[in-house]
């Protein structure tokens, strides 16, 4: 029953490695996006993705890519990982035609760089 | 670009108790959507309540409501009776129309809110 999940909730790896973060959700959801939360809490907007429209924020590296092979996937993909990506993951989603426009979130992954 | 404050990095309160979270935020738009999250322990993060600009009316939760005050920009959540499962992080949130809320949502930098037994 879960709505927006991810896999993995954990990741650890070395720097240089490349990695993936799935998420899926199950409320017909039209846009997801993912967020990064860095060690001091601090929740920022990385993409969202609506209709195959690419919203990206312009400080996010572009180590980072988002790919979507469907409307209820939204997978985020890194290159040569860094020190500095170590933080938590969240992916959410929401109906954007809907009136509150409410956004339901994953349980988060936590990524570790070595 | 809008930018959300939430100036009380840690809050303090005996159980039962009622406490306020501040919430101040800067925009040029005049209808958007605020909205507060809690994240316990576990990560998660929840909704708690949500306010449109729109409405004067102020949004309230059983326990939860909110202090909405547009001409200053202020958004503050009140939790009333606190209880030990309130104990979290939480988060304030702005969500722009622009683009019906694609961009996503600005968050605050969250106040830890502790409830003392």
């Known amino acids: 029953d879960t709505a927006v999940s991810q896999t993995p909730k954990y990741l650890v790896t070395q720097m240089g490695n490349d990695k993936s973060i799935k998420c899926e959700q199950n409320l017909g959801h039209d846009t997801m996006y993912w967020y990064k939360q860095d060690s001091k809490k601090f929740l920022k907007i990385m993409f969202s993705?609506?209709?195959?429209?690419?919203?990206i924020n312009e400080t996010v590296p572009n180590r980072f890519s988002p790919k979507s092979p469907d409307k209820a996937h939204l997978n985020l993909h890194i290159n040569s990982l860094e020190l500095g990506d170590s933080a938590v993951y969240f992916c959410a989603s929401s109906q954007l035609a809907g009136i509150h426009n409410e956004q339901f979130f994953g349980p988060g992954t936590r990524l570790t760089v070595l | 670009a809008q930018t959300v404050t939430q100036s009380q990095p840690e809050m303090s309160v005996q159980e039962a108790e009622t406490v306020t979270l501040s919430c101040t935020y800067d925009t040029s738009e005049s209808d958007y959507y605020l909205f507060w999250y809690k994240q316990p322990p576990s990560r998660q993060m929840i909704l708690v309540i949500r306010?449109?600009?729109?409405?004067?009316q102020n949004a309230t939760e059983n326990r939860f409501s909110v202090n909405f005050q547009k001409a200053a920009k202020s958004f503050s959540l009140k939790i009333s009776d606190s209880q030990l499962g309130d104990a979290a992080m939480y988060f304030c949130a702005y969500r722009s129309p622009a683009g019906g809320g694609a961009d996503g949502l600005t968050f605050g930098k969250g106040t830890h809110l502790i409830i003392q037994p």
């Open positions: 993705y609506n209709n195959k429209e690419l919203i």
């Open positions: 306010q449109e600009a729109y409405k004067q």
